[in-house]
C-alpha cells in the first residue's frame, strides 16, 4: 500500500464514520474514526521512505502497530504534536481524546458520546487531529 492509497483510505474511513454516525451505529463509527487517524498517520511515514531505498528494518517494523502515540512517534510527529498541543488547547483535547484508540476498540461497545466526541476531535475542521496530520502528509 502507498501513501496515496493510506490518504484516500484515510479519508474514506471518516467519510464511513461520519455515515455510521448519521445511522446510530456508535461502535463502528468509533472504531473507523480511530482507523482513519491510523491510516493517515501511516500515510506520513510513507511519505519518509524514498522510491527504490532499501526500507529501514526498524522503521518498517515500528509501522506495523496500531497504537496512535507509536504511529506519531515513528511518523516523526512528536515534537511538532507536543508543540502544538502546548498552544492549542482544543488540539491538545481533541488528541487526548484519540490516544487512547486502538484495534481492540473494533471489539468493544461505543456510546453515541463516545462516537460523536472522537468523531469531533478527529474531523473538525479547525482543530481536529486528522487536519492536523493532513498538514505533514
Not at 498541543?85 to 453515541?112: C, F, G, I, P
Request: charged share 25%; glycine share 4%.
Amino acid at each position: 500500500m502507498n501513501r496515496t492509497q493510506l490518504q484516500q483510505l484515510a479519508e474514506e474511513r471518516v467519510r464511513d464514520a461520519e455515515a455510521l454516525l448519521n445511522a446510530g451505529q456508535w461502535s463502528g463509527a468509533y472504531y473507523l474514526t480511530g482507523y482513519a487517524v491510523e491510516c493517515a498517520l501511516k500515510a506520513c511515514i510513507a511519505r519518509l521512505t524514498n522510491l527504490h531505498d532499501f526500507p529501514d528494518k526498524e522503521l518498517a517494523v515500528r509501522s506495523f502497530t496500531h497504537h496512535i502515540d507509536t504511529l506519531v512517534e515513528v511518523a516523526g510527529l512528536r515534537s511538532f504534536r507536543d508543540a502544538d498541543m502546548s498552544t492549542n488547547k482544543v488540539r491538545n483535547a481533541n488528541w487526548l481524546a484519540v490516544k487512547d484508540w486502538n484495534e481492540r476498540s473494533r471489539y468493544q461497545q461505543w456510546s453515541e458520546s463516545q462516537a460523536r466526541v472522537l468523531f469531533a476531535a478527529v474531523s473538525d475542521p479547525a482543530d481536529g487531529v486528522l487536519p492536523w496530520i493532513k498538514n505533514h502528509w
